[in-house]
């Protein structure tokens, strides 16, 4: 037994055999939409909190597509400097805007800046990475940390939860101007007004 074991390792040609580095970058490349992967590993939570907006990506968590999500509640966006605009197909895609200023510093009228309303779920790291390939991560969307406040609780408390906004850069090239795309649905509650998904 120990000659055939002798033989086979003989057989490994050591140069095919991948080292550190190239696993490494293997993994990265794998990860390639998800460039803080190793800073949120090293946070060792089991569960990350994404607020999400878009019913077609609600459909798919409540479907059970995007495996290990839990729903959390719904929830809205404390800031109301947000934009929610609906893509020819329908998607909702959110744009950010500092301070209710373009990013040429310019003040945006304040009945086009919006609250938005979503659900909240917590995935485990797995699940997030897939969630920034499918959003683009970096490209067409960016992953941002936003404050939402859960709206079902009786003391509703606020959440630091991953967020999906759009590229302005990118949506400005593919759809003339961001200002051309059609608004999403907004809802008056109370002094609040708010874009909502269906």
């Known amino acids: 037994m120990y000659a055939n074991m002798q033989k086979l390792v003989n057989s490994w040609k050591l140069d095919e055999i991948k080292q550190p580095e190239e696993v490494v970058n293997q993994f990265k490349q794998m990860n390639s939409r ?23 990506m609600l459909n798919k968590l409540r479907s059970g597509a995007i495996h290990g999500a839990i729903y959390y509640g719904k929830g809205l966006t404390i800031s109301a400097y947000y934009k929610l605009k609906k893509t020819d197909d329908s998607k909702a895609v959110a744009f950010y805007y500092d301070k209710g200023q373009d990013d040429q510093g310019r003040n945006i009228y304040s009945e086009l800046m919006t609250k938005i309303k979503g659900e909240i779920y917590a995935v485990p790291l797995r699940a997030l990475t897939r969630l920034d390939h499918i959003y683009a991560n970096g490209d067409i969307f960016h992953r941002h ?16 939860c ?22 999403h649905a907004k809802i008056n509650v109370g002094r609040d007004t708010y874009a909502f998904f269906s």
């Open 145 to 160: 940390k936003s404050h939402v406040v859960m709206v079902e609780q009786n003391y509703n408390p606020t959440h630091a």
């Open 34 to 56: 998800t460039p803080d992967f190793f800073n949120l590993k090293a946070i060792g939570d089991d569960l990350f909190l994404i607020f999400v907006y878009d019913d077609l």
């Open 162 to 183: 991953f967020m999906y906004l759009g590229d302005k850069e990118y949506w400005d090239r593919h759809t003339g101007s961001i200002n051309m795309m059609r608004d």
